[in-house]
């Protein structure tokens, strides 16, 4: 029942995650998205609450409910969230970068609705890289571990593991999104934790929240040493 004891074993660490999507606006009335629900990092912004966690989540618009004993804090643009984040990390212990950020934003926000009229039938927009934000972020003494996310529709592995050591991650989460119910919007994940040096872990299809309570067994245990 939901009486359940949970152990309250990340008591005294404050968890910084990020979840859902990032919008960046090419007009007042459109933007650029991406598919991301927010499920795997609420989950796991919730999990972590439950055990204890003092949790700040920085999400993206999304349909969700912010967990009980949370901290959230609204973003739409990746330099809302780099700006977020950078504040929220200087006392933290971990961060879980679980938000689906978009890789570019258009070159300028048009001040006026954009009109076809005013287009001979294409649109060109210009699009500039966004920062990276885990790979730029402060890194204060406080933190013990920074956790990423891969989403790949083809070699998943391969991709996850450059990224892990691209970004100087202590671990990343690796996540087949080519279909089958996983993955964006579903309910259950199946996910592979790769980290520096240690056996890959294989967590086969399960709800998010289980998903997230074997994520956060994970950085419980390293975290502890
Ligand atoms: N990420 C980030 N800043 C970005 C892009 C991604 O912090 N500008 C983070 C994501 O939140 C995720 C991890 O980096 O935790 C991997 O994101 P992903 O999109 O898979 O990697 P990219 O480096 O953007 O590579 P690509 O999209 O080309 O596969
Ligand atoms: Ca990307």
Redo the contacts with the bound molecule.
């Keep these: 029942d939901s009486e359940k004891q949970v152990a309250k074993d990340l008591e005294n660490f404050k968890i910084v995650v990020?979840a859902g999507g990032t919008r960046e606006p090419i007009d007042p009335v459109r933007f650029i998205g991406n598919f991301s629900s927010g499920k795997m990092g609420y989950a796991i912004a919730n999990e972590a609450a439950q055990r204890g966690a003092k949790v700040i989540l920085i999400t993206g618009p999304t349909n969700l409910k912010v967990p009980t004993q949370v901290i959230s804090e609204s973003i739409e643009t990746?330099r809302d969230l780099q700006e977020s984040l950078n504040k929220a990390v200087t006392d933290a212990d971990v961060v879980i970068?679980?938000?689906?950020?978009?890789?570019y934003r258009p070159l300028e926000k048009a001040q006026h609705k954009l009109k076809k009229e005013n287009f001979d039938g294409n649109l060109e927009i210009k699009l500039v890289e966004?920062?990276?934000?885990?790979?730029n972020m402060k890194r204060p003494d406080t933190l013990k571990m920074v956790v990423?996310?891969?989403?790949?529709t083809d070699d998943l592995l391969d991709?996850a593991s450059t990224?892990l050591a691209k970004?100087r991650l202590d671990m990343?989460v690796a996540n087949d999104v080519s279909g089958n119910g996983i993955g964006f919007g579903a309910d259950d994940n199946a996910v592979t934790l790769l980290q520096p040096d240690k056996d890959k872990i294989v967590l086969k299809k399960q709800i998010k929240n289980s998903i997230a309570r074997e994520i956060l067994n994970v950085v419980a245990e390293k975290i502890m040493k």
Excluded: L, R, W
């Excluded at 990423?148 to 790949?152: N, Q, V």
């Design positions: 990020t990746v970068m679980a938000a689906a950020v978009s890789d966004n920062p990276d934000v885990i790979a990423g996310f891969a989403a790949e991709h990224k970004k990343i």
